[in-house]
């Protein structure tokens, strides 16, 4: 147990943390052009907040709750998803009294108590946005292109982008009627789970991976077939404003979102090979959500795209990370008077910006050059007793191979030169 990390837990370990900072560096360009500023929020909250904010018939909730009492007899729980989070934050901090619409986004660590596979995890990371004060199809279209130009900019082939509208508090019963009096007679022959949503939420029976109440909903009435005339109006200029800057779709009438305050636009995007885990973020309207945490009726759009999916899709697809860890100069030290000089310079030039290192596990100076070759550096600096009796050391520079005597009291600024030069 001392050595083994709970299950569904992954280490990032510093050769794969590039492919995180990498991406992360993406997440802030992209949000910056975007106009999205980030909100960091805490890892747990009361659990009433995910009950209400993500909901209490969802699996989510009922199955993968990281749920404890603290100290204070209080239930705590583990973050699941970020979007309650966000909507509970921008009531507390009454962020309604700022501009709108407010465009906020995260990227961090959800915890859900999942069957482990590959691609599920307990432990896991998303990043995602959300838009809180704006009913302008616009914004739907927005947060779905900014999602999809995301995996363009990472290099991502063959991903599909589903979308669907769920309607709102006036057509959703409509459609939740049809749906009943459709599945009433079925209602035996549907998954245990699924038996136990007919009243309490029927509508996510249509998106039950089951292979018995996939067959059954294949004839439901779909969400699109009972929308009111606004939300068909919202839904085909999202799809318009998708068209005019060329975003492709496939409107899927089987994605929902079974909330109550889940409203219009529901998205997923799926990437085609990465195996049973296809989803690799997906988001949607919630016009009632932030009113159901106590705040203002206030409209909401948002997604949450799963990092590690992201990475293992691009690993597959072999797409390149680009390389971090290089390093500007060694500095090869042999006999404690070089040793001595060598930390200096080492702390002189990191000062200065470089990227330095020196030995610290008491090489002999050919395994010390093995081992600045590792790490694709730019410049050695070798420093031995004899080069410190001259006043001078050997530079070498690591691409041409050339080496040149340099003065030790010159070393810096001509190191700081030559490295600013190759930048
Ligand atoms: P959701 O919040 O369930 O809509 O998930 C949004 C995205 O997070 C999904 O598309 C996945 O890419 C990712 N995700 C969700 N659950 C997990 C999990 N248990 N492990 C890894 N990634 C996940």
């Not at 603290?70 to 501009?99: H, M």
């Not at 009111?228 to 009438?253: P, R």
């Not at 797409?319 to 030290?333: C, N, Q, T, Y």
């Amino acid at each position: 147990m001392l050595t083994s990390r709970p299950k569904g837990t992954n280490d990032i370990l510093p050769g794969e943390v590039r492919k995180w900072h990498y991406l992360e560096g993406v997440i802030r360009e992209i949000c910056r052009e975007y106009g999205y500023s980030e909100v960091r929020t805490p890892i747990f909250e009361h659990t009433e907040l995910f009950l209400r904010g993500v909901g209490d018939t969802t699996d989510v909730v009922e199955k993968e709750m990281y749920t404890f009492e603290d100290k204070g007899r209080r239930s705590i729980s583990l973050r699941p998803e970020q979007t309650a989070c966000v909507v509970r934050a921008y009531v507390e901090n009454k962020l309604y009294a700022l501009p709108q619409p407010v465009k906020v986004y995260y990227a961090g660590p959800m915890f859900r108590y999942a069957n482990v596979q590959a691609g599920r995890y307990r432990q896991f990371h998303q990043f995602g946005v959300e838009v809180l004060g704006s009913k302008d199809p616009a914004v739907d279209a927005e947060v779905i292109t900014m999602a999809m130009d995301f995996y363009q900019r990472l290099g991502l082939r063959d991903i599909e982008l589903h979308i669907n509208s769920v309607g709102c508090r006036k057509c959703r019963p409509v459609h939740r009627e049809k749906l009943q009096s459709y599945l009433a007679s079925r209602v035996k022959s549907l998954c245990k789970l699924c038996q136990s949503r007919f009243d309490r939420n029927p509508m996510r029976i249509l998106d039950c991976k089951e292979d018995t109440c996939r067959e059954l909903s294949r004839e439901a009435p779909t969400t699109t077939d009972c929308l009111c005339e606004e939300c068909a109006a919202h839904f085909e200029k999202v799809k318009k404003y998708l068209d005019d800057v060329g975003v492709n779709y496939i409107v899927d009438n089987r994605l929902v979102r079974g909330l109550d305050y889940y409203t219009n636009t529901a998205f997923e995007i799926m990437a085609s090979d990465i195996g049973a885990q296809s989803s690799i973020g997906g988001g949607g309207r919630y016009d009632g959500l932030i009113e159901e945490v106590g705040g203002p009726a206030t409209p909401g759009i948002g997604y949450a795209l799963g990092i590690e999916r992201i990475i293992a899709t691009m690993e597959r697809q072999g797409l390149e990370f680009p390389a971090e860890g290089r390093l500007d100069v060694f500095i090869a030290s042999l006999g404690d008077k070089a040793g001595q000089e060598a930390f200096k310079l080492v702390y002189d030039l990191r000062r200065d910006g470089l990227a330095a290192e020196i030995d610290l596990m008491g090489r002999s100076l050919k395994a010390q050059m093995k081992f600045a070759n590792k790490f694709d550096t730019s410049y050695t600096v070798i420093l031995g007793e004899e080069e410190i009796e001259k006043g001078a050391a050997v530079v070498r520079d690591m691409k041409s191979g050339e080496q040149q005597e340099v003065p030790l009291d010159g070393i810096k600024d001509y190191l700081l030169k030559a490295v600013g030069e190759i930048i």
